[in-house]
């Protein structure tokens, strides 16, 4: 197997509306994902991340260029990618439980693997709230929920958006570990959307920064700081002065909300 | 009124509240003399022989005994104490207006006759034709049966169709609103010529009553759907047919209920209507039946077991829904 996991080509994506009304939300992105790698791409909002994330789960589809997954062009959703959506989305109706079943179930895979949902519970650290139902959990639980219920299908890639966004900051970190954990575990491919510097700098192994109108990569930096790392060390302090200083520049008017 | 910290003299007074209604309607049945010219006919039964007044005194000291039952079965928790002690004065009552009742229906015949008859006479119907009651009281819920079955069966099945598919609520929809302004027994001269048998006609009215309720709620509940959980589910493998069944039929599900409680309602009404014009069966054709003998006490007793029968069944709805639904426990109000 190829080194390269996905490959995006060239790829455009513009949203019209009916008053003509033209988005540029993606403008000639091309980038190679390693297999086994952490990558996050980091930018303010509207610089076309999600629109980016949903053409690589196959849920919508680019106007030019390509997508390939392991050499095959992505046409609509399969297994391969598991997909964190922004706010979770977990089923109301089902418990923790039934929710991270759900792919083996659709599958008709459960019977046989009903030894993973119960793992999976356990990676997560939710032993105990399994019959439990997403209002009656913590907002913290409910991602490890979704998380875990992207994982089950053991897909190649897993891709996260904003997975911590509406979390405070020590559920945050929380999280964090328990990802690179989860990665640990599953060997996934992730690719994950955050506009954290912190987050991005602390989990990745590559760091795509991207900027809006239209949404283009602007630069793509390596994260050469060995784990666990250490959020106050130099290497650390360095490499976020320098994200900082991109995402400034990168944007028309600085954003407020990355001077952390 | 305050129920916080109830104290124990107060549960025994509220006990001895709640039969001290009932005991006051045995004691007026037993010591009021029967003032007016009233026939009292006597039955045998069990081996021995009873009259009205001894089978009102019995269904009395029945109600007693339940509530005695309740009683020791609240005394355990607080919360059912605390609903013992609200219902008590109501339940009180409900005996004290058995009492005069009794006395204005039977023994004085004050109430206009023979439409108000004493709550003792009502219940000669059950020594008088008890079978015959029975039977139609079972094809009451006979009808019942099909006709909820048929009415929801139809009704969450066109939902969902009319929810998923635009062409099918493009088409579908306007027939569904106009028939939902329609009253179903309008279509009663119909359904009798039409149908093979009057059972069919009338299970075919209960589905159409049912029918605007259930079916709009329905698609209402598929076309909310959120975008998102169609997406998840689609990026954890479900095909095109668990989209339907595993995602937007269990969050229609709370809307689907609800259209159910409503076409419920309709339903009695059409089941009573279409029993009083034109069953061979029924509560409503024994109400018919009696009504042109002139016997309205046997209208009352038709109408307590169809009250009876009604609560039932709401109540067994309500705890299936309470089980389906039990997943919004804290989520809604
Ligand atoms: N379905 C859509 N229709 C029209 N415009 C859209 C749609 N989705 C996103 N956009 C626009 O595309 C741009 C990128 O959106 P998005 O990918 O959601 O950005 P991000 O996730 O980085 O915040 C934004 O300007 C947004 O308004
Ligand atoms: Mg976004």
């Known amino acids: ?260 | 009124m305050k129920y916080k910290n109830l104290s124990a003299l107060r549960f025994v007074l509220s006990v001895a509240l709640t039969i001290a209604g009932f005991v006051s309607a045995i004691i007026v049945n037993a010591a009021v003399p029967q003032a007016a010219a009233v026939k009292i006919n006597r039955y045998e039964y069990f081996g021995g022989t009873l009259d009205f007044n001894i089978l009102y005194r019995y269904a009395a000291a029945g109600i007693i005994i339940l509530y005695l039952g309740l009683a020791v079965f609240a005394y355990f928790s607080e919360e059912r104490r605390v609903n013992y002690v609200k219902r008590a004065p109501f339940r009180f009552a409900l005996g004290v207006a058995l009492a005069l009742w009794d006395i204005l229906g039977t023994k004085y015949l004050l109430l206009p006759q023979p439409f108000f008859p004493g709550p003792a006479a009502i219940l000669e119907t059950f020594l008088n034709e008890p079978a015959f009651v029975l039977e139609n009281t079972l094809y009451s819920l006979k009808l019942y049966a099909a006709g909820f079955t048929a009415g929801v069966t139809f009704g969450v099945g066109t939902g969902i169709l009319i929810g998923w598919f635009p062409r099918v609520y493009y088409w579908v929809s306007p027939v569904l609103k106009i028939t939902g302004v329609i009253p179903a027994v309008a279509w009663m001269p119909f359904a009798l010529t039409l149908a093979p048998t009057p059972f069919t006609a009338a299970v075919f009215l209960m589905t159409m009553c049912a029918w605007f309720p259930i079916a709009s709620f329905t698609a209402q509940g598929v076309q909310s759907t959120a975008k998102v959980h169609f997406e998840v589910a689609k990026t954890l493998g479900a095909n095109t047919a668990q989209l339907v069944f595993r995602v937007a039929i269990p969050h229609a599900l709370p809307q689907i209920f609800g259209g159910i409680s409503m076409a419920n309602g309709f339903m009695f009404t059409t089941l009573v209507m279409s029993e009083m014009m034109g069953q061979p069966g029924g509560l409503g054709y024994y109400i018919q039946l009696s009504r042109v003998w002139s016997a309205y006490y046997k209208v009352f007793a038709a109408i307590i077991i169809m009250a009876a029968l009604f609560s039932i069944i709401l109540y067994i709805i309500g705890i299936v829904q309470n089980r389906a639904l039990r997943w919004q426990k804290g989520l809604v109000k």
């Not at chain 1, 297999?35 to 030019?64: M, N, V, W, Y």
């Not at chain 1, 929710?99 to 459960?110: D, E, P, Q, T």
């Open chain 1, 1 to 260: 197997m190829s080194d390269i996991v996905l490959e995006i080509a060239g790829v455009n994506r513009i949203y019209s509306d009916d008053k003509e009304n033209v988005v540029e939300a993606l403008h000639d992105i091309s980038l190679s994902v390693r297999r086994g790698e952490f990558l996050t791409f980091i930018g303010s909002s509207g610089c076309g991340k999600t629109t980016l994330l949903r053409l690589i789960a196959g849920l919508d589809e680019p106007q030019s260029g390509k997508l390939l997954l392991d050499g095959k062009e992505i046409c609509g959703t399969d297994t391969n990618r598991g997909y964190v959506v922004q706010q979770g989305g977990l089923f109301p109706w089902l418990s923790v439980r039934d929710n991270i079943a759900y792919g083996l179930k659709v599958r008709g895979l459960y019977q046989k693997n009903k030894a993973d949902v119960v793992k999976y519970i356990g990676l997560i650290g939710l032993d105990g709230f399994e019959k439990s139902y997403p209002h009656q959990i913590s907002g913290g639980m409910a991602q490890r929920v979704a998380i875990a219920r992207a994982l089950i299908n053991n897909p190649e890639i897993l891709l996260l958006d904003e997975p911590m966004g509406a979390l405070d900051s020590f559920t945050r970190a929380d999280i964090q570990d328990k990802l690179l954990e989860l990665k640990g575990e599953s060997g996934a491919t992730m690719i994950l959307v955050t506009h954290d510097v912190d987050e991005a700098i602390y989990l990745s192994d590559r760091i795509v920064i991207m900027t809006p109108r239209p949404g283009r990569i602007n630069d793509v930096l390596n994260v050469a700081i060995p784990h666990p790392r250490h959020r106050g060390g130099v290497e650390f302090m360095a490499m976020r002065r320098d994200i900082l200083e991109k995402l400034n520049l990168a944007s028309a008017q600085p954003q407020p909300e990355y001077t952390i």
